[in-house]
């Protein structure tokens, strides 16, 4: 059994939903990004989320733009992200790591070297932004076989067709674009959110987890209440990119445990 359907599980069974943390892979350094995410882990989040970085990240924000930059800045790989999650599996054996990315650094090394890589490393999930269901049975066998989930996007305009197709693909949780837009965008329509989700769950047989927008700790407890996971990404990377070195992890750490009091009933 993979570590998400493990972490999906038991969270089931303690009737809580899952917090899953993004941060750009070598935003502000490699080193500093491990620490980050041992902080991420400490703070309550269920799933880690590594951004590859990339030079067009046309699903994301400025926010997160400005991080792939800094990391690209350090000249950091897919190969130094993979070696990243070898150090915190030194550590860390039991969180679910997701790499979240585009297609071009995995067609440059390949499917099958990747594939077989990540799973080395300890990925334990694939998502990649700009490969659509209707291209991705060849690279989806390919993590298969090496045991990866591979995750996948719907949207708010994804036609029940293509959810169907995706729910024959993916694997581990789903991934619902809360809005239309790039990441760290725009407001969430709480309204329309619950109406899309019954869809996606009559076509998709997986935990569904909603991100984009989401900032605050009420809104991270409203959209735990709908769906069975909550994605922070946007709200994580600006406070790193805000903290001095001296505060960063404790300010990641007291804004993340913020998001899992907050979707526990706690504040």
């Given amino acids: 059994m993979s570590r998400l359907k493990i972490r ?22 490699l080193s500093g990004t491990e620490r980050i995410i041992h902080a991420l882990e ?15 990240p046309m699903a994301d924000g400025p926010t997160i733009q400005r991080a792939s930059e800094r990391a690209l ?31 071009n650094p995995i067609e440059a090394m390949g499917y099958e070297p990747f594939a077989a890589a990540a799973a080395a490393a300890g ?68 309204v329309e959110v619950a109406r899309k989700i019954p869809q996606i769950r009559a076509a998709v047989s997986l935990p569904v987890g909603i991100g984009f927008g989401i ?15 909550v994605v922070i990404g946007s709200r994580i990377v600006e406070e790193i990119e805000n903290s001095t070195a001296e505060s960063l992890l404790d300010n990641v750490y007291n804004l993340v445990k913020g998001f899992r009091d907050a979707m526990d009933g706690k504040e």
């Fill in 42 to 56: 400490a703070a309550g989040a269920d799933v880690i989320e590594l951004g590859v970085p990339f030079s067009d």
């Fill in 215 to 229: 900032r605050d700790g009420q809104a991270a407890r409203t959209m735990s209440q709908i769906a069975d996971a």
């Fill in 123 to 190: 990925v334990d999930g694939v998502l990649t932004v700009d490969y659509p269901p209707e291209e991705s049975a060849a690279f989806v066998a390919h993590l298969g076989r090496h045991g990866i989930d591979p995750i996948f996007l719907l949207s708010p305009t994804t036609p029940e067709a293509r959810m169907a197709q995706v729910g024959k693909l993916a694997h581990g949780f789903i991934y619902y674009v809360s809005l239309k837009g790039v990441t760290g965008s725009a407001t969430l329509d709480i």
């Fill in 73 to 103: 800045k350090h000249g950091v790989s897919l190969r130094d992200v993979l070696g990243m999650v070898v150090e915190f599996r030194k550590k860390d054996t039991a969180t679910p790591v997701v790499l979240m990315g585009y297609a």
């Fill in 8 to 29: 999906f599980s038991e969270l089931k069974e303690r009737n809580q939903k899952a917090l899953v943390t993004f941060v750009t892979a070598g935003d502000p350094d």
